[in-house]
């Protein structure tokens, strides 16, 4: 019988596999709509209603600089706006689009086609495994 800590390192190496696998799943459908993973996951995060665009380079743990490079393209493709928000002129707020809205469901959509976490599990297991997954989210694993 494995010890604890040989069975967290088997885990642990199951983990990073699975979000490996799940990162490269995300970046080909996200590819197929000609977006970037973050400008996916920027249409993602707008589909809960507008953010500002400090508020969402934080969300997705990235530059604000670049934050402003990924909206610029995709306002530029019609998929989101920028509009002040009503506490702050100097803050710019992003929205979605009807468009941007319609792109995300496809998107999603897709994703969930050979979705490398749900393939090969019983309904029963996706709801073990999701019931899981956010008691370590909820620790802050």
């Given at each position: 019988?494995?010890?604890?800590?040989?069975?967290?390192?088997?885990?642990?190496?199951?983990?990073?596999?699975?979000?490996?696998?799940?990162?490269?799943?995300?970046?080909?459908?996200?590819?197929?709509?000609?977006?970037?993973?973050?400008?996916?996951?920027?249409?993602?995060?707008?589909?809960?209603?507008?953010?500002?665009m400090?508020?969402?380079?934080?969300?997705?743990?990235?530059?604000?600089?670049?934050?402003?490079?990924?909206?610029d393209?995709?306002?530029?493709r019609?998929?989101l706006?920028?509009?002040?928000s009503?506490?702050?002129?100097?803050?710019?707020?992003?929205?979605?689009?009807?468009?941007?809205?319609?792109?995300?469901?496809?998107?999603?959509?897709?994703?969930?086609?050979?979705?490398p976490?749900?393939?090969?599990?019983?309904?029963?297991?996706?709801?073990?495994?999701?019931?899981?997954?956010?008691?370590?989210?909820?620790t802050?694993?």
């Amino acid at each position: 019988m494995p010890t604890r800590q040989e069975s967290t390192f088997e885990l642990v190496k199951l983990v990073i596999r699975l979000g490996e696998r799940m990162r490269q799943h995300y970046a080909r459908r996200a590819d197929e709509f000609d977006l970037t993973p973050t400008q996916a996951q920027v249409l993602r995060e707008l589909t809960a209603g507008p953010a500002p665009m400090g508020e969402l380079a934080v969300r997705l743990s990235c530059d604000a600089s670049n934050m402003t490079g990924v909206s610029d393209r995709l306002e530029a493709r019609g998929l989101l706006e920028r509009l002040p928000s009503p506490g702050d002129r100097r803050v710019k707020v992003l929205s979605l689009t009807d468009d941007g809205r319609a792109l995300h469901r496809n998107l999603w959509t897709r994703l969930m086609e050979n979705s490398p976490v749900a393939e090969g599990l019983s309904e029963a297991e996706q709801e073990t495994l999701k019931t899981l997954l956010q008691k370590l989210e909820r620790t802050g694993a």
